[in-house]
Nanobody, 114 residues
Framework: QVQFVESGGGLVQPGGSLRLSCAVSGTFITFYAMGWYRQALGKQRELVATISNGGTTNYRDSVKGRFTISRDNAKNTVTLQMNSLKPEDTAIYYC????????WGQGTQVTVSS
């Protein structure tokens, strides 16, 4: 059974930083991509950033230059460093691991507010 442990969410002031981490366990599946989506209240879930097992990254335009995604293939972990946070980054952030299908974490709340 695939299990996710997400951490690092919380409340931060505009301009601040947070670091989200996600560890996936309970499987021998090789995930060809891992990443983060987010869903703000009343909005659809949207892609934030992904990284392939070869290290190729993809970011939504609004986070480019502020967020950095990284991955440890051996440990099945993915990390999202978020800098210069804005109120519009407020959302529940979900870890995702892609193989035969997408596997989702339970989500962690990120709130950017003064």
């Amino acid at each position: 059974q695939v299990q996710f442990v997400e951490s690092g969410g919380g409340l931060v002031q505009p301009g601040g930083s947070l670091r989200l981490s996600c560890a996936v366990s309970g499987t021998f599946i090789t995930f060809y991509a891992m990443g983060w989506y987010r869903q703000a209240l009343g909005k659809q879930r949207e892609l934030v950033a992904t990284i392939s097992n070869g290290g190729t990254t993809n970011y939504r335009d609004s986070v480019k230059g502020r967020f950095t995604i990284s991955r440890d293939n051996a440990k099945n972990t993915v990390t999202l460093q978020m800098n210069s946070l804005k109120p519009e980054d407020t959302a529940i952030y979900y870890c995702v691991a892609a193989a035969d299908r997408n596997y989702w974490g339970q989500g962690t709340q990120v709130t950017v507010s003064s």
